[in-house]
C-alpha cells in the first residue's frame, strides 16, 4: 500500500510530478512557502551574479590629445607624448605647453566598442626642450568635463565618435551623449 497524502499515492504524485504546492499546502499563504521563494530567488541572484563575474568583459579605450586652445587633436597619444619624460616637481624655470587628455572608454573589443560608457580629461603640461611634464589627476565628473573642453573639441569628439561606431553611439547611456552637448 502507497503512503497517501491528500487522497493521492505518494507513487502516483512522483510519476505524474503534480506540484507539491497543490497536494500539501497552500503555497500563497504558508509563511514557509514564501520562505522557500524568497531562499530559491536569492540563491538564482547570487548564481547569475557569480557567473556574471566569471565572465570576462573587454574594454575598448581610445585617447585624444589636444593642445589646449585646438580643436583637432594631435597624432600622438598622451603615452606616446609624455612616455619618456621626467615628471616636474616645480614649474618654475620651465615653459610649459597645455595639452588636454582625453580617454573614452566602453564596452568591446580593442578594435571596435559596443557602446561607449565613461569619459575622462585631465590637464597635462609639457616643457618640449627641457623633456619634463606635468600631469594632473584624471577628472571624470560631469561638470568637471564640461569646464575643461572647449565647445570645438567636444563637437569633434561627438563627430568622432558617432562615426567611429554609429551603434556604439546610439546604445550609450544618455548621462554620457550629454557630456558633448553645447551649452
Excluded at 43 to 62: A, G, S, Y
Excluded at 137 to 147: A, M, V
Amino acid at each position: 500500500m502507497y503512503k497517501r497524502i491528500h487522497g493521492v499515492p505518494l507513487a502516483r504524485r512522483r510519476e505524474e510530478k503534480i506540484p507539491r504546492g497543490l497536494l500539501d499546502f497552500n503555497c500563497i499563504s504558508s509563511p514557509l512557502c514564501r520562505l522557500h521563494v524568497a531562499r530559491e530567488k536569492l540563491n538564482e541572484r547570487l548564481f547569475l551574479t557569480r557567473t556574471l563575474r566569471i565572465l570576462p568583459v573587454e574594454m575598448w579605450k581610445k585617447n585624444f590629445l589636444f593642445r589646449a586652445a585646438e580643436s583637432t587633436p594631435l597624432a600622438e597619444s598622451e603615452n606616446e607624448l609624455f612616455h619618456d619624460t621626467e615628471p616636474a616637481l616645480d614649474s618654475a624655470g620651465l615653459v610649459l605647453d597645455k595639452f588636454l587628455s582625453v580617454w573614452v572608454q566602453g564596452d568591446g573589443t580593442e578594435e571596435q566598442p559596443s557602446a561607449y560608457t565613461s569619459l575622462y580629461v585631465r590637464t597635462a603640461m609639457l616643457d618640449v626642450k627641457k623633456h619634463v611634464s606635468l600631469l594632473q589627476p584624471l577628472q571624470g565628473r560631469s561638470h568637471q568635463i564640461k569646464q575643461l573642453l572647449t565647445p570645438e573639441q567636444k563637437q569633434f569628439l561627438r563627430q568622432w565618435l558617432q562615426v567611429q561606431a554609429p551603434q556604439a553611439w546610439e546604445l550609450s547611456d544618455d548621462h554620457f551623449r550629454d557630456l558633448f552637448e553645447l551649452e
